[in-house]
């Protein structure tokens, strides 16, 4: 557990209601194979993914580099040489083959350090890289079903027109016939605009709402995808498990403590650098001449010699290295605790608004059945001359809105439970053929 964090036992916002064990995968749970074929085609070509698997690939070769020094840099060499006068006599040829060694022996463990840190290095990309692809399903999700909703509020909206223009005709007729003034004209003619003008806001945002979902999918935003005709019923509530549960659940926590612990062997790294190395290095190879291969075979030839070397004066540098790296890890611990502190709210802010949500959405839904009753009372009074125009055009206005809200509660419901799933760590379960959490290896040149 971060230091200096006081975590509870449980999660303050859980609600009581009977929760469902957490899924091994959430997009099943919503019911919905073509939600589930829309992910995998997100994480398949979604280009901000596959930059992140590019880099990915950039933190392991650098695992492998950082490694390297452990062993000997073998090379070999060959050459040759020719020899003469300018005035006359003979001209000598040489030429060789070598086997040269190079290692730097690891006294003070720096470059066991270094290696680890690359390799810790490496275990927060990958965990990064999980995290990035858990929140391109996550953000594909909720886009679905935002340009769901978006195409039901334009049915809606037509619905409405439909409604509005029937409004107008019963006004001009009871107009004609005497029975009420050019002021419901006026009204319902006011009314039909609007309606006209909200349903081009309608289509307009139902069209943003498909180019954002097909950029996403690494698609051409030509708005003409095909989409669910209603949105997905949202799943039942879930048991978030405990609060420690997340630091190991969640990719993005898992990635700030490797951070910590490569930024701890970076110190290592520095105060080793401040110490006395040692370098053997040796070479093998054989040399001939123009006499030698008239007179015998090449001469073979061996060297091995050892260095020693200590710093004596950098003007501060290695121990400016050595406060540098301290400092850094420093910084890494900090940013892993406000990273735990922020899942931490997220869960319990989801947590909150899942059951604030529920209620609203059924609060909401009463209230659709009720101002539904209410206008077709209004408009039979109206019809008998009961009441006049504004206040049929009263109720009118709250059943629309009360239905647009209906639409919109509903879908945040299914944003705000994918945002559970998300910030509890739970994974999507679309399968994927990118080995991402790959062993960075030990013996590539």
């Known amino acids: 557990m971060p230091p200096s964090i006081e975590v509870p036992d449980a999660w303050v916002s859980q609600s009581e209601t009977k929760a469902q064990d957490l899924p091994a995968g959430w997009l099943a749970d919503f019911g919905d194979p073509r939600l589930e074929a829309i992910v995998a085609e997100a994480l398949e070509n979604n280009q901000d993914l596959q930059t992140a698997a590019a880099q990915l690939e950039v933190a392991r070769q650098a695992a492998i580099k950082a490694g390297a020094r452990l062993y000997p840099f073998i090379s070999a060499g060959a050459g040759g040489s020719s020899q003469g006068g300018y005035e006359g006599g003979g001209t000598t040829t040489t030429s060789g083959v070598s086997l040269d060694i190079v290692w730097e022996v690891d006294l003070w463990g720096g470059i066991r350090a270094g290696k680890a840190s690359g390799l810790a290095d490496f275990e927060a990309s990958g965990s990064q890289y999980a995290f990035a692809r858990l929140s391109l399903a996550a953000q594909t999700a909720k886009a679905w079903f935002q340009a769901v909703e978006s195409k039901m509020q334009v049915e809606l909206a037509e619905q409405n027109i439909e409604l509005f223009e029937r409004n107008l005709s019963l006004a001009q007729a009871r107009y004609n016939a005497g029975l009420t003034s050019e002021l419901d004209l006026h009204l319902a003619r006011f009314q039909l605009a609007s309606g006209e003008e909200f349903l081009r806001k309608a289509r307009a945002g139902y069209e943003q709402a498909v180019r954002s979902l097909e950029v996403l999918l690494g698609r051409y935003p030509d708005a003409e995808m095909e989409l669910a005709t209603e949105l997905a019923a949202v799943p039942p509530p879930v048991a978030a498990g405990i609060p420690a549960e997340v630091l190991e659940q969640r990719p993005d926590l898992v990635a700030a403590e490797r951070r910590v612990a490569a930024a701890f062997y970076t110190i290592q790294v520095a105060q080793a650098a401040r110490l006395p190395s040692l370098a053997l290095t040796g070479s093998a190879g054989s040399a001939s001449s123009d006499l030698r291969d008239v007179i015998g075979a090449p001469d073979p030839f061996w060297t091995l010699a050892a260095g020693l070397f200590a710093p004596i004066f950098a003007g501060g540098d290695l121990k400016a290295n050595v406060e540098i790296a301290t400092s850094q890890q420093q910084a890494a611990l900090h940013q892993y605790v406000q990273a735990v502190l922020r899942a931490f709210n997220?869960?319990?802010?989801?947590?909150?608004?899942?059951?604030?949500?529920?209620?609203a959405e059924q609060f909401q839904e009463i209230a659709v059945t009720e101002i539904a009753?209410?206008?077709?009372?209004?408009?039979?009074?109206?019809?008998?001359?009961?009441?006049?125009?504004?206040?049929?055009?009263?109720?009118?206005?709250?059943?629309?809105?009360?239905?647009?809200?209906?639409?919109?509660?509903?879908n945040q419901r299914l944003a705000n439970r994918i945002n559970l799933y998300l910030s509890l760590g739970v994974n999507e379960s679309i399968p994927t053929?990118?080995?991402?959490?790959?062993s960075p290896g030990s013996g590539e040149r």
């Open 433 to 438: 053929g990118r080995a991402a959490a790959a």
């Open 373 to 410: 009753s209410g206008l077709r009372q209004a408009l039979i009074q109206y019809d008998v001359g009961l009441i006049d125009f504004t206040n049929v055009l009263l109720v009118q206005q709250n059943s629309v809105a009360t239905q647009r809200q209906l639409l919109s509660l509903r």
């Open 346 to 359: 997220e869960v319990e802010t989801t947590l909150t608004n899942d059951e604030y949500l529920r209620e």
